[in-house]
């Protein structure tokens, strides 16, 4: 698991790129800063599924820190 910022809120992750298409992020507790999160849960109330919605600039995040080699995929 490697250590991951937002841009936008500044909430540390813990990340681990199992290949291209999968990704397991643990949030640590007190994640409620994130602003995308909370927008969210205010619209459309708790996720009704096991499925957690995404933060689009946590995943921009992630995807950059994939491209400049500071997470690794695994299978790769």
Do not use: Y
């Amino acid at each position: 698991m490697h250590p991951v910022s937002c841009e936008r809120c500044a909430t540390t992750v813990l990340v681990r790129k199992s290949s291209l298409a999968q990704t397991s992020v643990q949030w640590p507790d007190g994640a409620e800063g994130c602003v995308e999160f909370t927008e969210a849960l205010a619209v459309d109330g708790p996720p009704r599924t096991a499925v957690i919605p995404t933060c689009t600039r946590l995943r921009a995040a992630i995807e950059r820190a994939v491209s400049a080699g500071e997470l690794a995929v695994v299978d790769q």
